[in-house]
């Protein structure tokens, strides 16, 4: 069974950073793309980031590009999501999945999913 548990997040000022896992668990995810998602009030679900496993090729949106870095521990099967300068409009509930398919940023093409984790940023 195919696990995603997130982590990290919180309530913080804005400029502050915050740094989100994933631990990934229940399969190989070789070829698989580590995908980081945001959802905020009353809003669709935002692709953010995501990393291909194998390699570590990353793809982000424009408006985290420079602000926000994706990483991975092959060894401990875990994804970060290094937040810096966050904004107010950067609050959301963060999802962390994995797809088969690499830069998409269509989230019906993640086939797992973790439950999420909330970030706040005061102004």
């Known amino acids: 069974q195919v696990q995603l548990v997130e982590s990290g997040g919180g309530s913080v000022q804005a400029g502050d950073s915050l740094r989100l896992s994933c631990a990934a668990s229940g399969r190989a995810f070789n070829g698989y793309a580590m995908g980081w998602f945001r959802q905020a009030p009353g809003k669709e679900r935002e692709f953010v980031a995501s990393?291909?496993?194998?390699?570590?090729?990353?793809y982000y949106s424009d408006s985290v590009k420079g602000r926000f870095t994706v990483s991975r521990d092959i060894r401990k099967n875990m994804v970060f999501l290094q937040m810096n300068n966050l904004k107010p409009e950067d609050t959301a509930v963060y999802y962390c999945a994995a797809g088969p398919i690499w830069a998409t940023m269509t989230p019906s093409q993640y086939n797992y999913w973790g439950q999420g984790t909330q970030v706040t940023v005061s102004s």
């Open positions: 990393m291909r496993w194998s390699g570590g090729t990353t």
